[in-house]
């Protein structure tokens, strides 16, 4: 709940409740342009102007001597970064996009208008496509706590080594949950897509200790290891500048190791040893790199194998252009 409150309204705070719109031309003459902003009065064209997303629908006044002469219609489509909050499963931050406007974005944001013999007409240029600038590829490698596992058997486990074997547990790891590491890759299918692969391993134990007949103490530790594989894919929503938010989802398998193991009392090794093959999954709709050119850092916070917050380093090379 913390975690969807510090980042809901996804479009509202990366793009706010307000819009611009580039009007263009070969008109010498000044105009006065009004707009659900404000007015700007004898101006030339180009002139950008500030329009409330939540009214996209209304014109854009343009006049000449107090006389309207031309009205410009943005439209609206829905933005980009209010998807952001079904990747977050956000419903406030929808119902505020909702409200602020910050769900909507122009249709149109450069808009044309050129004299001709009956008027002036306004034109509607399509978008023009920017040209691709990525990194092709990604490694990388991280950390990350509280990775899923299933504790009721660790757990479990943990009662019939204190019931059946007298040990005493002294002390567990200092995180809530297991911890994992990892290496990634990631192939860059454009400034959007990544798909790719993780390797990584996750790790628990809890230490205890018993007194021996000739009142030596002996240790021993109840672990868990589970070395995984999945694939993995990542959607940038803002893809490009210092900071860069995505989401990630993955699955693949992972072989978990259950085992016992005391350092002076040999025989109590062969109490408990389990291996077994289960599916490995993760899901980390808030993501954030930071950085510039090749090396970039990297937060996330999900739900899965790897982790509920990973973080660590990638190197990004083959620029696309």
């Known amino acids: 709940m913390l975690v969807t409150m510090a980042f809901t309204s996804c479009a509202s705070i990366v793009t706010g409740s307000k819009a611009t719109v580039l009007l263009e031309g070969e ?37 000449k001597d107090s006389m309207e002469v031309a009205q410009v219609y943005p439209g609206r489509k829905t933005n980009d970064y209010f ?11 929808m119902g505020i996009d909702w409200a602020t406007g910050s769900i909507y974005e122009p249709a149109h944001d450069v808009c044309v208008l ?31 706590v509280d990775a899923y596992e299933n504790k009721s058997r660790f757990h479990e486990m943990e009662d019939v080594v204190e019931r059946r074997l007298g040990y005493k547990s002294e002390n567990q790891t200092m995180y809530m949950g297991a911890a994992s590491v990892g290496l990634r890759y990631y192939y860059h299918m454009d400034e959007h897509w990544a798909v790719g692969l993780q390797l990584g391993r996750v790790g628990y134990y809890t230490h205890y200790a018993k ?20 694939a993995t894919t990542k959607y940038y929503w803002k893809p490009t500048g ?7 989802g993955g699955i693949g398998v992972q072989r978990r190791h259950l085992y016992f193991r005391a350092y002076k009392n040999q025989a109590d090794n062969r109490f408990f040893d389990e291996k077994k093959w289960l599916p490995a999954f993760q899901f980390s709709p808030i993501a954030i790199e930071v950085g510039r050119r090749n090396f970039r850092f990297f937060t996330e916070l999900g739900y ?5 917050l990973s973080f660590g380093i990638t190197y990004h090379f083959k620029r696309v252009r």
Request: without cysteine; proline residues 6%; hydrophobic residues 35%.
């Open 83 to 93: 998807w952001g909050n079904l990747a977050f499963v956000d419903v406030v931050g």
């Open 211 to 230: 007194n021996s007949a000739d009142g030596k103490e002996q240790d021993a530790n109840l672990l868990l290891h589970s070395p995984y594989l999945m």
């Open 304 to 308: 899965g194998t790897e982790g509920f």
């Open 27 to 63: 008109l010498p003459d000044t105009l006065t342009i009004q707009t659900n902003v404000t007015t700007y009065a004898d101006v030339v064209l180009p002139q950008q102007v500030e329009v409330k997303r939540k009214r996209l629908k209304e014109p854009i006044q343009v006049l």
């Open 242 to 248: 210092v900071v860069s938010l995505y989401s990630k």
């Open 114 to 144: 050129n004299r001709t013999q009956s008027g002036i007409m306004v034109q509607y240029p399509p978008k023009v496509k920017k040209p691709a600038n990525f990194y092709r590829h990604e490694i990388g490698g991280g950390m990350a």
